[in-house]
């Protein structure tokens, strides 16, 4: 059974960073892509930041661009996210997601999901 299991949400003041991590487990998660997605409350759920362990590449969304990391530790199965410079706007649940394929960093894309960690930003 693919299980993904994110860690490291909280409460934040703006401008900190954080650092959330997903364990992934049940499949040959290499093979796979990775993404990052959050959902405030009333909104959609929208992507963060995408990994392709195959093809080493990354994709990050505008709105979290040049101040997230996103990276892959295959000795612990679990992918990390970092993200500096946390903004208000920042708040909401934080998914760990995956799709068996290369695909798009899209919410429809995912096939597998965690349950969520809260991350929440205050000023």
């Known amino acids: 059974e693919v299980q993904l299991v994110e860690s490291g949400g909280g409460l934040v003041q703006a401008g900190a960073s954080l650092t959330l991590s997903c364990v992934v487990s049940g499949f040959t998660w290499p093979d796979h892509y990775i993404g990052w997605f959050r959902q405030a409350p009333g909104k959609e759920r929208e992507a963060v930041s995408c990994?392709?362990?195959?093809?080493?590449?990354?994709y990050y969304a505008p709105s979290v661009r040049g101040r997230t990391t996103v990276s892959l530790n295959s000795a612990k199965n679990t992918t990390s996210l970092q993200m500096n410079n946390l903004r208000p706007e920042d708040t909401a649940v934080y998914y760990c997601a995956a799709t068996t394929y290369n695909s798009r960093c899209e919410t429809d894309a995912m096939d597998y999901w965690g349950k969520g960690t809260p991350v929440t930003v205050s000023s």
């Open positions: 990994i392709s362990p195959a093809y080493n590449t990354k």
